[in-house]
Structures are given as C-alpha cells and as structure tokens.
C-alpha cells in the first residue's frame, strides 16, 4: 500500500501544479478586443474537407454565407473526399458563386492509397486557393457571422503566422453528449492556456487561420503526411519552430466555431483514440510530458480504486484524491465554461468522472496499440 499512496499523491501533487497553472494562464489570457477596421486588404480562403456530409453542409454553407466581411474577400473550398452520398450536389447547387467545389476523385484515384486523405484535401485546397490567410473547418460545424471578420482583424492587428481559435460543442441534448462537451471544453481551455503560458502548442483543426504562403515556407504536411490525422496540431508545430512568436490563441466569443458531439460510445471511442494516437508523434515534447502525466495520473485513478476493493484501508487516501482532482478541475473549467457559456453544464461533472477515468486510460492505450475507425476508414 506505500508504494501505491506515494505514486498517488506524487502524481496528484504535479497534476496539481499543472492545473493551478493552466487555471492562471486561462485568466491571464484576455480577451480580443479589435481596435482598427478591417482593411479591405486581406483575402481569405476557407477550406473545409468534406466526406459523406451531405446532412451536416447545409448549415455550415448558410452560416458562411450569411458572414458580414466583403463576399469579393473570402471564397470557400469544399473538397469532397469520395463521397458516397450527393456532399457534390450540396455543394454544386448551393446558392454563392464564392462557394466551390473541389472533388479529390479529380486527383487520385479510387484505388490509390493514403494514410491521410484529409491532409491531401488541404493541400490541393491551397493550392488552388486565392486567398492570403488559409481558415480551416470542418463540415459538421456552424459559427456566427462575425467569425471571418474576427479572424482577419485579429490577423491584421497582430499579424500571426498561425491563429488557434475556440470551438464548441453544441446541441448536447443527452447526458453523454454534455460529458463530451466538459471533456472538449477542458481541451479547448488549456489550448488557450498553453498559447498564453507560451508553454506548447494544441489547436483544433475546425477553428484555424493560417497564411497561405507559411504553409508552403514550412514544407506543408511533408513530414507528417503518414501520419492520419495531425493537419492541425502537427501543422501548428511546424509552424511554431519557424515563428516561435508567430503562433496566438484568439480568445473572443466572436471567433467561436461549433461542432456537433459524436451520437455513439463507439463513434466517441473511434475519435478519441484517433486524437490520442498522435501523443508519441509530436514534436513538442513539453506537450508529450504533460499528456504522459495527465494518463498516468488517471490509470493511478482508476486502479488505485480497484485496489481499494482489496485494501479497504487505502479508501479515504483514494477518496482524498478523487476529491483533489475535481476541485482542481473546477477551479480550471468555471472560468473557461462562462467564456463559453456552458457554466450549467458543471452540475454533471462530478459523476461525469465515472465515465471519464476509464476512457482516458481505454483511449491512451488503444491511440498507441490499437487501430480506430475514420470516415469509414480503418486506420492504424
């Protein structure tokens, strides 16, 4: 029982350190506030990569549409990736001249094999794209009419060579959906903590603005192109060693982009093991250190309660424990759940934690030993 309290309270006490860290660089990150016009300078081209989305692109083709910056300074590039439902038609009939359609069938063919077909639907995106500042997003999001606008003054006043922006879930209508919303919204917290404390790089890739021309300075996705996921955090390191000073995190409520939490434990296990797999792929090792920390400090969580089911007398250690994780974990997300307008949310985050614990251990080791399922795709 010694061996397992010191493992306890020594992982306990730097994930403390850690939180208490992340809750200080969330606060002291501050919100954008625009402070010039737009220039009327600055082209933009959204690239959205799209494969069997035919339900999920109406909206997002609205809420682009309906965006308040000047329709001659922003196109938006739809790659369809083999789709087997009518995503072209959507596009194609969709009612916007700076809407387009590209089809990755025009490239490659059926047969042909990639371990990322979301990084080669990019790349022919930018390739074909006008614009100075790339955005990116995914097909299964909406946002407000603002969020173009933001982006480019937030571009235009600071002058980043990459932007991490939030994102949010929403229509969480079930108790596993809010749960997958808590989870997200403590990634998309310490994202903003992180981009603060000037201490690693974690973005998402349904909310990015990036320059057209520091894609290409930075040798795109070669390098990274095995690996399935990874255009967004892979691409942002990238990026960062060439610019340390040119990566920000805009914090504005504005930029906020929302996208639809998974209907399935096994469509959420799919997607979470597909995030996870690229912990032992990052370049940035300080990031690499805290993601090996917060999944030791859970396996402890979760087999130091098993463990009390044999030595009762371990019990109040493990109970003192769970209760400093949580109060921790408060103390980061009431800020962060205010920003995004989801503070109701944290009633269900305590028993939430009997769901959590096992997935982060479940997800770690499947991201590193197992193989998940993408867009109908099985990946390794």
């Not at 009939?93 to 490239?107: D, E, G, T, V």
């Not at 990084?119 to 100075?132: H, M, N, P, S, Y």
């Not at 805009?250 to 982009?257: E, N, P, R, T, Y």
Request: glycine content about 6%; proline content about 5%.
């Amino acid at each position: 029982m010694y061996f397992f309290l010191t493992v306890l309270f020594l992982l306990g006490g730097l994930y403390g350190i850690l939180m208490i860290r992340y809750g200080h660089g969330w606060k002291a990150l501050p919100p954008y506030t625009p402070t010039q016009p737009i220039s009327g300078l600055t082209k933009v081209t959204v690239i959205i990569p799209a494969r069997d989305e035919e339900d999920n692109l109406p909206p997002l083709l609205a809420a682009l549409h309906a965006q308040d910056y000047p329709v001659h300074l922003f196109e938006v590039i739809v790659i369809d990736d083999f789709s087997a439902d009518s995503t072209p038609a959507v596009v194609q009939h969709f009612p916007a001249a700076n809407i387009k359609l590209l089809q990755l069938s025009q490239y490659l063919s059926a047969t042909e094999r990639l371990n990322s077909y979301k990084k080669k639907a990019i790349e022919l995106a930018i390739e074909q794209a006008t614009g100075d500042l790339i955005m990116t997003t995914d097909a299964d999001c909406v946002m407000g009419p603002l969020w173009i606008s933001t982006m480019v003054r937030f571009y235009e006043q600071y002058r980043p060579k990459f932007i991490a922006a939030p994102v949010s879930f929403y229509k969480e209508n079930n108790f596993f959906k809010v749960l997958q919303s808590l989870d997200f919204m403590t990634m998309q917290g310490i994202t903003g903590a992180l981009a603060q404390l000037k201490d690693g790089t974690m973005c998402n890739g349904a909310n990015l603005g990036y320059e057209r021309k520091v894609f290409y300075e930075v040798g795109a996705f070669k390098g990274i192109d095995n690996i399935a996921s990874g255009d967004d955090m892979l691409l942002m390191f990238k990026v960062f060693k060439a610019y340390p000073d040119g990566v920000k995190y805009l914090k504005s409520q504005d930029a906020i982009v929302e996208t639809l939490p998974v209907d399935t434990f096994k469509a959420f296990m799919n997607q979470r093991i597909r995030w996870s797999s690229k912990a032992d792929k990052y370049d940035d090792k300080r990031l690499t250190w805290v993601l090996a920390l917060v999944y030791f400090w859970n396996v402890v969580l979760l087999f130091g309660g098993l463990f009390c089911l044999f030595a009762p007398a371990a019990l109040p250690y493990f109970l003192i424990a769970m209760v400093f994780k949580v109060v921790l974990e408060f103390y980061f997300l009431i800020p962060v759940s205010r920003f995004f307008g989801k503070k109701g949310m944290l009633s269900w985050f305590i028993p939430g934690q009997l769901f959590h614990i096992p997935y982060i251990v479940a997800a770690g080791w499947l991201g590193k030993f197992g193989s998940y399922q993408w867009k109908g795709r099985k990946v390794k």
